[in-house]
């Protein structure tokens, strides 16, 4: 396991600024840097990004179209900041409603060019590319007005996040489909942990189905799956099986 603790500046974002913040926090980019779609490209290209195909996505790599940009976040998810107060995307930064961070399914009809970071650094052992889009999912997991926090003093203010990366969690990827719930209760939780959050009012119970996104994380002796909240549009996760083999979700 990689670990890594990146520092992100507090505030609301524009599409842009978020990902600048993602590839300032994990050290590509130099403080100072200036991002807006209009200079994003030859921004990126000058700090070790290069066009790359938009039908082979990578965690990390950075989706452009001119007036948007955004993330793409792995296991077919992008994400950014899209929803203004006023339903769409108009550049100006601010969240009045909660939830102008967010993702969806990755579609590549939506973006002009893919940029992907080949400039080698890691942090903390962990490839840029990747840790970034690990610095996406924090800021969309957390956000409250955009991107702030309970203790933030004001914009501009730091939040030191740990990120990490099991590259071995390979061998105990859940598969990506829709799996059955084999017990009589299933908890959901906010993060893979049998010490996350509960999800309030929300479990499976036996003979439910949930359609998973294709993940590996094993902890506290369990395998995890996860999905997007249909009304919060953040990762939810469930215990799939046991490291033993104990069986919760049955896939279909």
Request: net charge positive; hydrophobic share 35%; proline share 2%.
């Amino acid at each position: 396991m990689a670990k890594a603790t990146v520092y992100i500046h507090g505030g609301d974002y524009d599409c842009s600024e978020l990902v600048r913040m993602c590839y300032r926090a994990v050290d590509v980019l130099p403080y100072g840097s200036y991002c807006w779609t209009g200079n994003e490209v030859s921004l990126l290209k000058s700090h070790g990004f290069k066009e790359r195909s938009l039908s082979s996505p990578q965690m990390g790599d950075v989706l452009w179209r001119s007036g948007h940009t955004e993330i793409y976040l792995g296991d077919g998810m992008e994400g950014g900041a899209r929803v203004s107060e006023t339903g769409g995307i108009n550049g100006r930064k601010g969240d009045q409603t909660g939830k102008e961070v967010t993702r969806s399914a990755y579609n590549k009809a939506h973006w002009s060019k893919l940029l992907r970071y080949e400039g080698g650094k890691t942090i903390g052992g962990i490839p840029c590319a990747i840790a970034a889009a690990l610095v996406a999912d924090h800021i969309i997991d957390h956000q409250a007005h955009g991107y702030s926090q309970p203790n933030r003093a004001g914009d501009g203010t730091l939040e030191a996040v740990t990120i990490e990366w099991n590259k071995k969690a390979a061998s105990q990827t859940v598969k990506a489909g829709d799996y059955e719930c084999v017990v009589d209760w299933l908890n959901i939780r906010e993060s893979p942990s049998t010490s996350g959050k509960l999800v309030k009012n929300a479990h499976y119970e036996r003979g439910e189905v949930v359609t998973l996104t294709s993940y590996a994380k094993v902890a506290d002796g369990f395998v995890w799956g996860r999905y997007i909240g249909s009304t919060s549009g953040k990762w939810r996760y469930v215990a799939v099986r046991k490291t033993n083999g104990t069986v919760y979700l049955r896939k279909v």
